[in-house]
């Protein structure tokens, strides 16, 4: 947020920068996300019961982004997310067509990577960004569950691209507390895919540089077909993030 506040006082002394930021921008952020599986994978079988018993697990979020003062052309926006959610317990379930009675141990892996192109909306204000922008999001998961006395292995490749419209709101302060908001969705046919976050953060005040502690919420409401993912699901991934970022303008 420091970079706004400077490419404000910079548009208030040279006529150039009202039309843009005056400022190139390399930043990266990372978080740990305490991220808590509910629903349902191939045509009913509960992630919470059924003996999958997915519980909560801490995933990694990296992302690194470059913004420039050029008109038309995107910012770009890189973004990893490692996701794998596991359980165990005593099911009675058929999983992608395979009846289980036993112990079993149950993996979902929901990790992908993003690709955001962003615009700006060229807004009179220092404090208040809007930005939308379209993403890229490659899944590269699994979901399995393994019989754990019979040995027997069922699952499936969560290997698909999703593009999704994507749109964002930051708010700043002059006192380095700053809160954002930002959706990516898709929806067609029985697929949909719902990405929220929204979070609070502050800039430490150090000059120059931006760095940052920042915590928030995000949900991820996934459903696909068969065409798509060669499994039936419909789940919801959601809870509280932590993490730290980094930002140098130039």
Same mark, same amino acid.
Request: proline share 5%; charged share 20%.
């Given at each position: 947020?420091?970079?706004?506040?400077?490419?404000?006082? +910079?548009?208030?002394?040279?006529?150039?920068?009202?039309?843009?930021?005056?400022?190139?921008?390399?930043?990266?952020?990372?978080?740990?996300?305490?991220?808590?599986?509910?629903?349902?994978?191939?045509?009913?079988?509960?992630?919470?019961?059924?003996?999958?018993?997915?519980?909560?697990?801490?995933?990694?979020?990296?992302?690194?982004?470059?913004?420039?003062?050029?008109?038309?052309?995107?910012?770009?926006?890189?973004?990893?997310?490692?996701?794998?959610?596991?359980?165990?317990?005593?099911?009675?379930?058929?999983? +992608?067509?395979?009846?289980?009675?036993?112990?079993?141990?149950?993996?979902?892996?929901?990790?992908?990577?993003?690709?955001?192109?962003?615009?700006?909306?060229?807004?009179?204000?220092?404090?208040?960004?809007?930005?939308?922008?379209?993403?890229?999001?490659?899944?590269?998961?699994?979901?399995?569950?393994?019989?754990?006395?019979?040995?027997?292995?069922?699952?499936?490749?969560?290997?698909?691209?999703?593009?999704?419209?994507?749109?964002?709101?930051?708010?700043?302060?002059?006192?380095?507390?700053?809160?954002?908001?930002?959706?990516?969705?898709?929806?067609?046919?029985?697929?949909?895919?719902?990405?929220?976050?929204?979070?609070?953060?502050?800039?430490?005040?150090?000059?120059?540089?931006?760095?940052?502690?920042?915590?928030?919420?995000?949900?991820?409401?996934?459903?696909?077909?068969?065409?798509?993912?060669?499994?039936?699901?419909?789940?919801?991934?959601?809870?509280?993030?932590?993490?730290?970022?980094?930002?140098?303008?130039?």
């Amino acid at each position: 947020m420091k970079k706004t506040a400077i490419a404000a006082i +910079l548009a208030a002394m040279t006529p150039m920068a009202a039309q843009a930021d005056l400022l190139f921008t390399v930043g990266a952020k990372a978080s740990i996300w305490n991220a808590e599986p509910t629903g349902q994978l191939d045509k009913g079988v509960s992630v919470e019961e059924d003996g999958l018993n997915l519980d909560s697990e801490n995933g990694q979020q990296l992302a690194v982004y470059f913004e420039h003062p050029l008109p038309f052309i995107p910012n770009i926006r890189l973004k990893q997310t490692n996701l794998d959610i596991s359980g165990d317990g005593n099911i009675n379930v058929n999983f +992608l067509d395979q009846n289980f009675n036993e112990k079993a141990k149950s993996t979902l892996d929901l990790s992908h990577k993003d690709l955001t192109l962003v615009w700006g909306l060229p807004l009179p204000l220092p404090f208040i960004d809007i930005n939308f922008g379209l993403t890229a999001r490659q899944f590269d998961g699994t979901a399995e569950v393994r019989g754990q006395q019979t040995g027997v292995r069922k699952g499936v490749d969560l290997d698909f691209v999703m593009p999704l419209l994507y749109g964002e709101v930051q708010i700043g302060t002059p006192f380095g507390i700053y809160g954002h908001a930002d959706v990516n969705y898709i929806g067609y046919g029985d697929n949909k895919l719902q990405d929220m976050s929204a979070g609070i953060g502050y800039d430490l005040p150090i000059p120059i540089v931006d760095l940052g502690l920042e915590a928030g919420y995000r949900s991820i409401k996934l459903e696909t077909d068969e065409d798509l993912a060669d499994i039936d699901t419909d789940v919801e991934i959601k809870g509280a993030y932590f993490g730290a970022n980094f930002s140098v303008g130039f």
